[in-house]
C-alpha cells in the first residue's frame, strides 16, 4: 500500500467513524435517558452515562398501572399476522405476475405499477369509509386487511421470479410434483433471501405504523405500540420523556431481533442454478 | 419400456408468425438411442420438450406405446429429463436431489436409499452425497443430474445439451459414461446436441434438423455416408465437407476459379440421368477424400490439381491442410506425415469416386 492511499484510507474511516457517532449518539442518548430521572433528562446535561441510574422507567411502563404491555403485544399480534399475510399474498401474486399465462397478465401488472404511484394518504379517508361499513373499524383486521398486500413487494418478487431458473421448476415438475406443489417445495424455499427482505421491511412497516392506528383504533386497549406511545405526551405534565424513553427503547427490540435472524440471508448469495 | 411416434408435429410459439418446428415425423422404437442434432435454434430442443410435456404441441400427436400424450402432465409421462444447466435444487444434498423424484411418488424409504447409492456408486458420486450442488464441480453437478434420472428408472431418458457445459476432456469422458448407461439400461434415450462429434458417436439414429424441419434421419453411417442435401453434408464431419459451385461439362466440372476434375463414369451416369449435364451443381468433398500420397496421385490422375498450402494444423495423427487451387479454397485433411508447410505447392488428389453432387438451388442430393 502507497503512502497516499495509506492516509486515503486513513481520512476515509475518519469520516466514516464521525458520520458513525453522528448517527448512533441519538440512539446512544435515547438508551441512557431511558435510565436516567426525569428531572436529568430535561436538565440539558448532555451527557451519556446517567448521573443517578434508575430502573424506575421500565418498571412504571411494564408495571400493572400501564398499558404498555397490552400495547406491545397488540403491535407483536398486527406485525406478525401482517408479515405472515403480506409474505403469502406477495409472494404468490409476484410469482403469478412472472411465471404464469392468464388473460390481462400484462395489464395487471401495469394497473399495479400504476397504483404505486398513488400516495397512501391519499387511500387513508376510502378505507376508513370502507372499514366503517364494513364494521371493522376499532379493531385489529382494520390495520391488518388493507395493508394484506403491498405492491411494492410484488413487484419485487415479480422481478425475482423472473430471473428464477425455469428449468429447477420444471425439474421438479418432471419429478412429479405439481405446480402449486412446486411453489411451495421447491420455489419458496429458494426464494428465502427475497422473503426476508420482505419479511423486515413488512414488519417494520406494521410495527411503526402510526397513522392507521390512530385514525381506525380508538379503544386504548387496543392501541398499538406506536399509538400508545403518544399518550406519555399530556397536556398537563409535557412530554414524559423517561418514559417515553424507556418504551421507545423496547419498542425497537422486536426489529433489532429480526434484523439479526434474517441478517444472514441479506449476505447470503444464493445461485440457483446451484453454481458456487 | 416405451415406443414413441411423433406424427406431424408442429410449435409455433404465441406472438410468432413462423413454425419453430415443422412437420416432424418419427418413430422411436424401444431401446433406441436418438439424437437431436442441428445448430442453435433449429427446433431441437423444442422437439425434445414437447416429448418431456413442457412444451405443448401445436399441431400432430405424440404417441406413447400407441397412447396419444400430447396432453398428459410431464409427471404422468414417466420420464426422466437431464438439463442443460443441470436444474438441481439447490438446496438440497446430493442424496436428496437424486432421491427426490422417488421421494415425490412415495417409494420406500429404504428403496430410495438403495437406488440413490447404487447409481451414485456407477456415476462416481458415493462421497459426495452430502454435499451440495453449490460444492461440486461442473462434472460432479452434471452426474448428479444424471444419477437423478437413473434412480427414476423411467422408461424414457430425455437429455437437453447436457455435455455443453463441461471441458473438452470431461465432456469425452461423460459421453462415454453415457453411451455405457444407456447400454446398461436399455431404455429409449433423446439426447439433444449441437455438436455433432456427439451425435455421431454415441447414436443408433440421428435426427438431423435445421430451421425447423428435420433434414434427415439415420444412422452415422447413412448420415455421413449418404447426406440427404448440402446441410447434412457440411454439419456432419470435421472439418466440413467442402463445397465447390462448378459447372459440369462432357466429364468434368470445373469453375472460373481455376478448379478443373474428371467426374467418374459412375457419378456421370446419375449426373447425366438426372439432366444436370452442362448445368452448374455444387460438388461436396470431404476433407479427408482429398489426398496428397503420391499412390493417390497416381490413381486418380485425372483429379489432381496444384495447390498450395494457406494455413496447415497438426493434429498428430492427421493433418489439415488449408489450401487453394487457383482462387478455390478447401481444406484436405491427410496423415499427419505428408504434413506441408504454408506457402508450399502441393499436387493433391481429389478421390471423385466419394464426391457428393447438390442441385445448386434447392441443395438436395443427386442421386
Redo the contacts between chains.
Sequence with gaps: MTEKSRILKIILYIVLIAYAIITLYPFLWALAASFKPLKEIVSGNPALMPQHFTLDNYKYITGTSSLFTKWFMNSVIVSIIGTVVNLFLNTMAGYALARLNFPGRQKIYYTFLALMMVPAQVLLIPNYLILMNLGMLDTFSSLILPAAINIGNIFMMRQFFLSFPMDVEEAAEIDGLGRIATFFRIVMPLARPSIATQAIFVFMGFWNNFMQPMLYISTPKKYTLTLGLQTFTSQATGVRWDHTMAASIISIVPIIILYIIFNGYFLQGVRMDGEK | MVEIKLDHIYKKYKGNEKYSVTDFNMDIPDEEFVVFVGPSGCGKTTTLRMV?G?ETITKGDLYMNGQVVNKV???DRD???V?????????MTVADNMG??LK??KTPRNEIKKRVTDAAQILGLSDYLER?????SGGQ?QRVALG?AIV?DASLFLLDEPLSNLDAKLRVDMRTKIAQLHQRLQTNMIYVTHDQVEAMTMADRIVIMNDGKVQQIGTPDDLYNKPANQFVAGFIGSPSMNFFDVHLHDNRVSNEKGFDVEVPEGRLKILREQGYLDKDVTLGMRPEDIHTEQVALETFPNAVVNAQVVVSEFLGTDSNLYSKTGDTEFVAQVNARDFHKPGENVQMAFEMSKAHFFDKESGATIE
Design positions: 418431456a413442457l402432465q410431464p409427471k420420464i426422466a429429463m438439463f442443460q444447466n443441470y436444474a438441481l435444487y439447490p438446496n427426490f423424484g415425490i411418488r451440495k450442488p453449490g460444492a461440486l453437478r437423478r427414476r
